[in-house]
């Protein structure tokens, strides 16, 4: 039994779960200290690259300073604080068919409770706030098709724990997958059941362009939501997040505020869902009209913190950039309480545009809400000296042709 | 349509012409975003029906005009637009420096120095030289001439019309296509590049004024990628294709174009440089570094010239690693004379998590080491001992890899022998027999180009440009024998063979 992993764990799990958030900000502080200690000392590879670099916890006095491990690291080093035998679960991130470059994420019984201590405070404050259940349908496999998925394995916990009778997950890639699902929808319109659509931001985009075929609109229960995760990063359809609003508001008849968004990561066991939408406002870029709906902006939950980094300025990360100029594009880097056994302090490459909002404003925790605008891609036109696409575009077309 | 900039050049009566037809062109408009910097450019888009006339227009203007030219006046008009780019008061000069740097953000200094590399390498001597090298008789395009090899007379021609299509984003590259077709007398029509699509129109208005006739055979535009049916009417005008491009770009416009059309392809390459141990001197060390650094640092690492990778053997006065430590501080010193490009925070990022994850291998006891990779992610200087060649991720990127000998560089190199281009060499001064030991394993390796360090950014007219004779390629000949092949013999026997 590792007395100093669970001693850590009941101070996060009870952090987690306290109702009253006054003092949350120099308790998140400090328990993040503590995170950050205990994982310098306990994992490996984390460890040496704050010796590499010359952070380690003697120098760190506040989380803002704590070394963010890149997500990429995860696909190359064993990113966890305990020895093999502790290890209950493996996720891995999907998006590529080649073992090597996935991420993994480990975690042993206890790290998987806290997870689920997180999954369900942040569903039941931001999916559910109005406390009603409802017949989860889940767009995707289930964990048991699917044990490597952390989203999978988040989406079974809310069945679980918010799921009426008949809560379960369907495939939806066939028509007839998706004529099923029609019928699930339908029940639940007849039986007056309130009914939660969760899955992919694609999932749920293939449904309504499914029922738009037909030219059919439902108008699901009071009470009904729709949850999608991960947006439309890296694919060959991007539709702005309002079209996919309307689009919901339209096929199934639910108002914006029920349509959210989740930002899911196999590096983090928290998720960030958007903040309630109307409180917050939150000028469009493009220059479109005061009639769109309000963007939805995303806020990490209390036991979370995110900041938007510049990677173009050295040092972008410290206290400075907490009063950096209000509106800041960069990539988003997470410091997940929850990330007990792996690193609680991750650099990702999603690029977003947010917002410093203070506690003054009203919104507690301060920090950035954001909102996601895509992966940090290299689209932009390069030279001719060659690249690493390159070979592999030749080699697919070597062993095509 | 007001924008800063244009991407396009037609001679004033193609111009006039296309008006009048409808649906024969249209414009569209660019945003680049640098920082601070922001530029709108104009791209001039040709439908099909407009394609047609163009290429039309373009060969009887070779026919009526490049044609009546001599090799000599069109070598003079060509090096006259050189000269001008090198004057720093040129308002075309100072106007491309500002309009190509908002649009890549590579530094004002190094556009200009782009610019000046590639206009040095474009005089009126080496033009010629480049036939001399490619053709014999330069005035064979010209006329008959005596041929010395055979008992008669030789002619040569270009096509009528030469189609270039160009890609990547580095300053000033395209206008070597246009020389090279005006040089064998043949028109040209380009589609510039999304990435430098500025330096052409600017080329084209200078030459206009030097030469009005030679520009009217000149034509810069564009069509956007899903336009295939104006692509289609271009590969199915022009009578000779030159390519820039990725490999999937490359094989892509093999396939689409007419099964006749001779082509020319330059690919994306990998350029390399070797240091023998015997360069590896004290005395030496500072200066090599220098020329080194500067190679990875022109065209911030982007060129298809650019090296990625640097041999160095071992055994040498000066270790592999020592050597990277000079190469660092010869990185800061080329930094300030030449500042890095201005990324964009995805290409940031994408160093960021490139440099953690070296910072991490190293820490975990891989066979790396991170010489220097300052934060604000301006260069990066590596030793590794992978044992495997890799295309670098981009930006100044300095990788060492210590090798025991030239095999043992033959063999690493031998995956990318379709993709391998220019390579620096050094050696000591008493290693001319390695020297010649090391240019042949590069040689046969598939390496087309090998230099002294400090020079890999200014390639030569004369150099078989990606190993193949680009002139010769679009020649076509005409031979007047006065005697048959046994009365040569006979002839023969007076003469020295």
């Given at each position: 039994m590792d007395l100093e992993l669970s001693g850590l764990i009941k101070k996060i799990a009870d952090f987690i779960s306290a109702k009253d958030s006054s003092g949350s900000e120099s308790l998140f502080d400090s328990l993040a200290l503590e995170v950050f200690n205990f994982q310098y000392r306990r994992i490996e590879p984390y460890r040496r690259m704050c010796d590499r670099i010359g952070v380690t916890p003697s120098r760190v006095t506040s989380w803002t300073h704590i070394p963010a491990v890149s997500t990429r690291a995860f696909r190359l080093f064993r990113m966890f604080s305990g020895e093999d035998k502790y290890v209950a679960r493996i996720f891995k991130s999907s998006g590529t068919t080649d073992p090597a470059l996935r991420s993994r994420a480990y975690f042993s019984r206890a790290g998987l409770e806290v997870m689920d201590l997180a999954i369900m405070t942040n569903a039941a404050k931001r999916f559910f706030p109005d406390g009603r259940s409802c017949r989860l349908l889940v767009l995707g496999p289930d964990p048991a098709k699917a044990p490597d998925s952390i989203m999978s394995y988040g989406m079974s916990r809310l069945v679980e724990k918010f799921g009426l009778e008949g809560s379960g997950f369907l495939a939806c890639h066939s028509q007839v997958d998706l004529e099923l699902l029609l019928e699930a929808v339908n029940r639940c319109v007849a039986e007056s059941i309130p009914v939660a659509i969760m899955g992919s931001s694609f999932a749920c985009l293939n449904f309504f362009e499914f029922l738009a075929a037909r030219d059919s609109r439902l108008a699901l229960s009071s009470g009904s939501r729709l949850l999608h995760a991960g947006g439309f990063k890296g694919r060959t359809r991007e539709i702005p997040v309002h079209a996919f609003v309307a689009m919901a508001s339209v096929r199934l008849g639910l108002a914006p505020e029920r349509v959210v968004n989740l930002l899911g990561m196999t590096e983090l066991a928290s998720q960030i869902y958007d903040q309630r939408p109307a409180q917050f406002d939150f000028t469009s870029r493009s220059g479109d009209?005061?009639?769109?709906?309000?963007f939805h902006l995303k806020a990490p939950p209390k036991w979370m913190r995110t900041l938007i980094v510049d990677p173009r300025l050295p040092g972008d990360s410290d206290e400075g950039s907490l009063m950096s100029p209000v509106e800041k594009k960069g990539i988003l880097r997470h410091f997940d309480l929850a990330n007990i056994e792996r690193p609680l302090a991750v650099q990702s490459e999603d690029l977003a545009a947010g917002r410093l909002l203070s506690a003054a404003q009203g919104h507690p925790p301060p920090g950035y809400v954001f909102e996601i605008l895509g992966r940090a891609e290299l689209s932009e036109p390069r030279g001719c000296s060659l690249s690493s696409e390159d070979l592999c575009i030749g080699l697919a077309a070597a062993t095509t042709s | 349509m007001l924008t800063d900039a244009i991407s396009w050049w037609l001679p004033p009566e193609l111009e006039a012409k296309l008006n009048l037809v409808p649906d024969s062109h249209f414009e569209i408009i660019r945003q680049y975003e640098h920082g601070a910097q922001s530029i709108s450019v104009g791209f001039k888009c040709l439908t099909p029906m407009g394609m047609t006339i163009a290429c039309e227009f373009l060969k009887e203007k070779r026919d009526a005009v490049l044609l009546t030219k001599s090799i000599d006046q069109i070598a003079g008009a060509l090096d006259a637009a050189s000269e001008q780019w090198l004057d720093p008061a040129f308002e075309h000069r100072s106007r491309a420096i500002r309009w190509i740097s908002a649009v890549t953000g590579f530094s004002s200094e190094m556009v200009a120095h782009s610019i000046d590399l590639e206009m040095k390498s474009s005089r009126r001597q080496h033009l010629i030289q480049a036939l001399r090298n490619e053709i014999g008789n330069p005035y064979s395009l010209d006329d008959f001439q005596e041929n010395p090899n055979a008992c008669g007379f030789t002619r040569a021609y270009g096509p009528q019309l030469v189609g270039a299509i160009f890609s990547s984003n580095i300053p000033a590259l395209p206008h070597l296509e246009v020389m090279r077709a005006m040089l064998l007398k043949s028109s040209c029509i380009g589609r510039v590049s999304a990435g430098e699509p500025i330096f052409l129109a600017l080329y084209s208005r200078a030459l206009e004024k030097i030469d009005p006739d030679i520009a009217s055979c000149l034509a810069v535009v564009y069509w956007q990628r899903e336009a295939v049916d104006t692509e289609s009417a271009f590969l199915n005008s022009v009578d000779h294709l030159v390519a820039y491009g990725g490999d999937s770009q490359i094989q892509r416009l093999m396939r689409a174009r007419p099964p006749g059309l001779n082509s020319t392809w330059h690919g994306h390459r990998l350029g390399v440089a070797y240091i023998t141990r015997g360069a590896l001197s004290a005395s030496g060390i500072t200066d090599l570094a220098r020329k080194i650094a500067y190679d990875f640092s022109i065209f911030d690492g982007q060129a298809c010239l650019c090296p990625q990778v640097c041999f160095v053997e071992r055994g040498g006065e000066i270790s592999p690693r020592r050597f990277a430590e000079t190469c660092a501080e010869q990185m800061i010193y080329w930094k300030d004379i030449l500042p890095p490009q201005s990324l964009s925070i995805s290409a940031a990022s994408h160093r960021y998590h490139t440099r953690e994850i070296y910072l991490m291998r190293e820490s975990m006891g891989e066979p790396v080491q991170v010489v220097d990779a300052p934060e604000d992610l301006s260069f990066t200087v590596l030793l590794e001992e992978s044992g495997r060649v890799e295309p670098s991720p981009g930006g100044r990127f300095l990788r060492i890899m210590p090798v025991e000998d030239s095999i043992e560089v033959q063999r690493l190199l031998k995956p990318l022998a379709n993709h391998l281009q220019c390579a620096a060499l050094a050696c000591g001064t008493d290693e001319s027999v390695r020297m010649s030991e090391v240019a042949a394993k590069l040689a046969s390796a598939g390496v087309s180009r090998i230099v002294p360090p400090g020079i890999m950014g200014t390639p030569s007219m004369m150099w078989h440009h990606d190993g193949q004779a680009c002139l010769a390629k679009m020649a076509r000949w005409c031979d007047i024998e006065l005697l048959s092949p046994e009365e040569m013999l006979e002839l023969g026997s007076d003469r020295d063979p």
């Open positions: 009209s005061h009639n769109e709906p309000a | -």
